[in-house]
Every structure is written in C-alpha cells, then in structure tokens.
C-alpha cells in the first residue's frame, strides 16, 4: 500500500567523558599537565577545556536523519489516503510533474522525477487507464510519448491537495500556526534548491 514505511530509530545515547585531573602529586614529583601524544598533542578527550573540536551531535538528531524518517511517515499517510482514489504517492508525483509544466516527455519526466523511464511508463500506463493523462506521439519526433493532464487528472489532482492538506494540520498539530508557516517556507527553500515543484 505505500511505497516506503518508517523504520523505527533507537535512541542513543553519547557520552563524552571528562578527563580533567586535579594536580594530585605523588612522592617526589608532581603532575604538571596531561601526558604528551606521540604527535605533540596533549591526550584525552576531544574538545576539553580550552577549544578542540566538540563531539557530532547524535544521528538521531541531524537534519537528514530527521527527514527521512518523518518523510517515510508522511509518505505511508499520504498512501494510504490516496490509495482508494486507485493512486500512488509517485504517480501522483508523476501528475504535479505535468501540472507544473516541468516536462512533457516520458524521458523528460523520468529525469525530472530521478527514476528510470521504465517506471515512468509503468506510471503512465495506471495513469490513463485512470483517464487521468492523455498520450499523444511528439509531431516533430515520432519517437517521443508526450503526456499531458486530463480535466480527470487535474480533478485527482485536486483531491490530492485536499488530502495533503489535511494531513499537514494533522502531521503540524503540535505546531503553532506561524511555526507551520516557517516548516512549510523552510521546507519549500529546501526543495527548490534541489528543483523540486513547490506549487
């Protein structure tokens, strides 16, 4: 029913332990400092007193790790609730692709998309036995499978909206409005970056 599923992620803890000492002095000599490395550095851990390099902060707690485990989330929500209208979550991708005139061509969506053109045709093959796109040969290239959005497909397309909307309030309900706001614009910077449609 959904093209990925969210993998649990075990928390984990990182310690970085101190080696500060206090100046203990035994019987004849004392401690003056932490014993030399082999290249010149004084021993111990990583970012002490004084600068050094600070520990990386747990994966659980970067950026990509953070995404891709909330996007497997979203994107199984976004399945399932597109599932009864006879989509899928990149097929529909395949529909904005149309809808936003980033290509035509069946080659050229694949591209744009970043999966192989055989899926694209697999993708399309669903997607007019829907009634949702039109194939039509390119005049200038007989080649070439042009696809265009019917009045169906921009129909499906906007329930699809309708859907995803929803389950943005749903997904953002611990958000205050204005904190949703900058998620979306921070999330739509991010995706126009990497020439994603952002609607």
């Known amino acids: ?3 990925a599923s969210a993998d ?13 000492r206090a100046g203990a002095r035994t019987e004849g000599r ?7 490395r082999p290249d010149g550095g004084p021993s111990g851990a990583a970012g002490g007193a004084g ?17 891709g485990v909330l996007g497997a989330i979203a994107t199984e929500r976004f399945a399932a609730a597109v599932e009864p209208h006879g989509l899928k979550p990149k097929q529909v991708g395949l529909m ?6 980033l290509a035509a061509s069946q080659l050229d969506v694949a591209r744009v998309m970043g999966v192989a053109p055989s899926l694209v045709v697999g ?4 997607l007019e036995g829907l009634g949702a796109i039109r194939r039509t040969r390119d005049p200038a ?8 959005l019917t009045d169906h497909g921009r129909e499906l397309l906007d329930t699809c909206s309708l859907i995803a909307g929803g389950l943005d ?5 611990g958000l205050s409005g204005q904190e949703h706001a900058v998620l979306a614009g921070l999330l739509g910077r991010l995706a126009a970056d990497r020439g994603l449609p952002t609607g």
């Open 30 to 36: 004392s401690d003056t400092g932490p014993a030399a």
């Open 1 to 3: 029913m959904s093209d």
């Open 169 to 173: 309030a749903e997904f953002a309900a």
């Open 8 to 20: 649990g992620a075990a928390e984990v803890r990182t310690e970085v332990p101190s080696e500060a």
């Open 96 to 101: 904005i692709v149309l809808s936003e005139g």
């Open 123 to 126: 993708f399309a093959d669903h």
């Open 51 to 67: 600068g050094g390099s600070t520990a990386a902060p747990p994966v659980q707690a970067s950026t990509v790790f953070r995404l």
């Open 141 to 148: 290239d007989r080649r070439r499978q042009l696809l265009t």
